[in-house]
């Protein structure tokens, strides 16, 4: 298994120099800079602020000190925000980002499972009917229809819990933003739960468990769903990664501080070094979370052994 874990974490290394590589020169190529919003500067002033930050460097030099200062742990300072370091930012605005993606994934697994599980046995019946209608409208609805619904009627009609705010991670304040991000998931969950349980259950080894008189309950838990949600793992990695950054609409509906939020208002700063360190935390965070689904998937497959 170490060998396996070092394997990856070689091909990890590469995978996220070419990530920092692409978004470098992308953001690099897009029109406009960090400081064509404010008032205009004199000549003079606007070269001094260009040497300040580096940008009067050729390309490829102002490339070889960012990979320099990345390599050292330094991501370098906000252009935006004054006397703020890009690790300044992600320490003061992952919490909140943290506790709703982990709350919301965790609740959609438990749901979306239980559902998918539930389809399953009773497939082409009511009650498989009603679990994939209700997937299908998850899926298809997005979060900026079901957010103002949801204020709608809980916040504002029926006045049982607050519209928006944070209120220091307040429980009765992350009720709605995160079952707003666990619907979409729940949605999705259940229909790979149902679909690998539909296949795992007409197996020749579950007809041999139920041939030997196993109760029921005891197949579905020991048996069938261990092999039923491997899909699962393999795409909870990504979406979890998806969910711990933050999402935009979710927390500027409800006004929330996050990583999605301000990775959105930098890209639309051009400040780059804001960007750009967004850009490495997610994608060292799906790198991470796709090695611990690979695990995952090999303690729940027996067939699979990592090397």
């Keep these: 298994m170490f060998r396996f874990i070092g394997r990856r974490?070689?091909?990890?290394?590469?995978?996220l120099l070419l990530v920092?590589?692409?978004a470098f020169f992308m953001m690099r190529a897009a029109p406009g800079s960090p400081f064509d919003t404010d008032r205009r500067l004199s000549p003079e002033i606007e070269a001094n602020v260009l040497a300040k930050f580096g940008m009067n460097k050729p390309l490829h030099e102002q490339y070889v000190d960012y990979m320099m200062g990345v390599a050292r742990g330094d991501l370098g300072p906000s252009l935006k925000y004054r006397d703020k370091s890009?690790?300044?930012i992600l320490k003061e605005n992952y919490k909140p980002s943290l506790r709703l993606g982990l709350s919301a994934i965790l609740i959609a697994s438990v749901v979306g499972v239980s559902l998918g599980v539930l389809a399953a046995l009773r497939q082409n019946r009511p009650a498989d009917y009603g679990v994939m209608a209700v997937a299908i409208l998850g899926v298809c609805i997005p979060t900026f229809v079901t957010a103002p619904l949801l204020v709608l009627v809980f916040a504002s009609k029926l006045g049982w819990l607050p519209s928006g705010g944070w209120n220091d991670g307040a429980l009765i304040n992350m009720v709605l933003p995160?079952?707003?991000?666990?619907?979409p998931q729940i949605a999705i969950i259940s229909r790979l739960t149902r679909a690998g349980m539909v296949e795992v259950l007409h197996a020749n080894y579950i007809r041999t468990a139920r041939a030997k008189g196993l109760p029921e309950h005891r197949i579905v838990t020991r048996h069938a769903l261990r092999a039923a949600?491997?899909?699962l793992v393999s795409y909870l990695g990504p979406a979890c990664a998806g969910l711990i950054t933050g999402s935009l609409v979710?927390?500027?509906i409800f006004n929330l501080p996050g990583l999605g939020k301000f990775f959105v208002i930098s890209a639309?700063?051009?400040d780059y070094t804001v960007v750009m360190g967004m850009v490495i935390f997610y994608a060292a965070l799906i790198l991470l979370l796709n090695l611990v689904a690979d695990l995952l998937y090999a303690?729940?497959?027996p067939r699979v052994r990592l090397a």
């Design 250 to 252: 979710v927390e500027k």
């Design 299 to 301: 303690a729940l497959d």
């Design 268 to 270: 639309l700063q051009r």
């Design 229 to 231: 949600i491997l899909p």
């Design 20 to 22: 920092i590589t692409a």
């Design 86 to 88: 890009v690790l300044d």
């Design 9 to 15: 974490l070689l091909v990890a290394v590469p995978t």
């Design 178 to 183: 995160v079952t707003v991000l666990a619907l």
